[in-house]
């Protein structure tokens, strides 16, 4: 699932902290590679879905791409209007912004369109240029518009070589933005403490799906990473690039391994931030954070008990998850009320384990907190005492809870269903739900839950197979609780070439530029400054 904060349309910097973690809501799905070492290419090639493995790279124009990869690019402001938070900040830090045509369907290009919208900070150091630095943010479902701001700040005298590119996805923020017209922001809810809500799920997740297809069948078909990177090699030619530098996090990493397998040779500098295991993608990569999150929350809950005097939430890490577990009891008798009148909120067992989700995507001090509070809150509600939400808890409740949230969650939903098959029958996910509860009673039943891809058409494209080695500095904290650390190895492991950045210790999903953590920053913004990755494989430590 995506992260609720970043599929927000605020630049990071603007972001209510809340928004910024409910961003960690977010499924992310990630890995990313790139071809070794390939002499000049030409700037058009694509071949048409089907095609083998790293051979759309090599591919001759004669598929009625040329109109694309030639196309004529007019950079103007990125203001869409007098409240355009985005586009006053893009331009107040000189940034410009276009728009770049790609096929819908790649084996029918002369078909219909979709317009993607780019943001670009261009190098000012043109003497030492490096080239285009494209970015990824995740989700999948994330908007990168504004994500020049952060890199730019991020690579400090670097950045002068680079031209910093910002890019919506296919479908996402102001590339043509699917909206489902769904009453939640997203689909990822628990099954809740037995097996009725479980039905409700099921008839939920479904209705989800039948509303998806009502509002854009006609487009979910294309909404796959394969389509995706095929866009990336466009935008690559409209820029005039023979190359490209390529920065993802967490989908993103993803999004850059297809990218590298399909067009082996056009990557230059690569780094994969919070990686997954691309044969984790779509739909699988849900369960398989149980481990990470389970380690981040007894993290967390020891950091509570520590602080009993402060949140009365229990003084050793068994009373705090005690606590919790009989908050999420009371909300499947009663669901609890957050707020109160129109704007009031109500959770019951299938949405209180998602506030706890939210909460742990990174282990800084004010995040944190801001879940003591909020847990300290829920057991007030549980209680039966009116609670006054934080604005950043009712802004984290309306992305989550409400139509507000729709347009992400219907993105990222479009992504993962088109990335990867899930069982259609109901009875295999209440077997895993059973099987995990027992360990894992908060978040089993949240990660093992039916999703609307259970109801999805089948995907149009075979996943992509790793079979192209890529020199890449893939960066993960052992912790993350997004994406397991175990898949940035695993996919360490099939880019030999590659290597890796552990950040020992920590319990976060987005490093670079982000975390703040200055061996990571430094390790990452030389290998983009010098094209050289380190001799080794390297480790930081939590500051």
Known sequence: MPDPQRSRSAPAARRPHALRRAAAAGLALAACLTGATVAALPAQAAEAPGASEGSEGSASNSRGLDRYYGQQLNWHSCVLGPNDQDGAALDQAGARCTEVTVPLDYGNPGGRTVTLALSRIKATDTRHRIGALLLNDGGPGSPTLTSPLRVHAALKETAGRFDIVGLDPRFVGRSGQIDCGWPVGYSVQSSG???????????????????????????????????????????????????????????????????????????????????LDPRRAGPALIPSQLPGLEHAFADWADWAAARHSTYGLGRTREEVTAGILRTVQASANRPLVIGSGANAFQLDDSRVPMVFFAGLQGDSEPERASLAEQTAMLAEAAAGRPVTPSAQTTALLQFLYSPQGSPAGSAMQAIACADGTASQDPEHYWHEIERSRADSPLFGPLLDNITPCAFWDRPREAPTQVRHDARALIVAATGDPRTPYGGAVALHGMLPGSRLLTLQGANQHGLYGIYGNACVDDTVTAYLATGRLPRTDATCTRS
Do not use: H, W
Request: some cysteine; overall charge positive; aromatic content about 8%.
């Open 193 to 275: 403490t037995g097996r009725a809500g479980f039905e409700r799920q099921v008839t939920l997740q479904r209705d989800l799906a039948a509303k998806c297809r009502s509002a854009a069948g006609d487009l979910l078909p294309y909404a796959g990473t394969r389509n995706t990177a095929r866009d990336l090699d466009v935008v690559r030619g409209a820029l005039g690039e023979r190359r490209i530098s390529y920065l993802g996090l967490s989908y993103g990493t993803y999004l850059g391994t297809v990218y590298g397998q399909m067009f082996p040779g056009r990557l230059d500098r690569t780094v994969l931030d919070s990686a």
